[in-house]
């Protein structure tokens, strides 16, 4: 069966080449904050009535930020160049898992297991971390 676009080799050739990248960019942003947080955990615990539990100060919402950004970082800088590849044709890019699995020269239901053993290995490490645990209520 010919392909007359030839999407399927472009798709090859990107494959050996690493293209679009393994690593795709991830920026870190900023996190949005109500003006109704406080600047500091000191100013928050000031300002709670009695009995009341503080809100959350700008310090410690930004730190919670940048611990689940390193927390996402750290798992997706454990996974093989592979299974990279896979999550960024699948989630990035947003191909359907029968072209993935045909482009790899796979049936459809070894590439399924594939993707799942993938989804499991990345919500195992995600969980390893307390700060996605307490976020999840875990």
Not at 5 to 13: K, M, Q, V, Y
Not at 18 to 39: C, D, M
Not at 53 to 77: G, R, T
């Amino acid at each position: 069966m010919s392909d007359p676009t030839g999407g399927e080799e472009l798709f090859n050739r990107l494959k050996l080449l690493k293209f679009p990248s393994l690593a795709p960019v991830r920026t870190r942003t900023s996190v949005n904050i109500k003006s109704t947080h406080y600047k500091t955990e000191v100013e928050a615990l000031l300002n709670a009535k009695p009995g009341q539990e503080p809100e959350m100060s700008y310090e410690i919402e930004e730190q919670k930020h940048v611990e689940l950004y390193e927390a996402v970082e750290d798992m997706f800088s454990r996974l093989t160049e592979e299974e990279q590849w896979i999550y960024h044709m699948l989630v990035d890019i947003g191909l359907s898992m029968r072209f993935v699995a045909r482009a790899l020269d796979m049936p459809k239901t070894t590439f399924a297991r594939k993707r799942d053993a993938l989804a499991d290995k990345m919500r195992s490490i995600l969980l390893e971390h307390k700060i996605v645990r307490d976020r999840l209520n875990l």
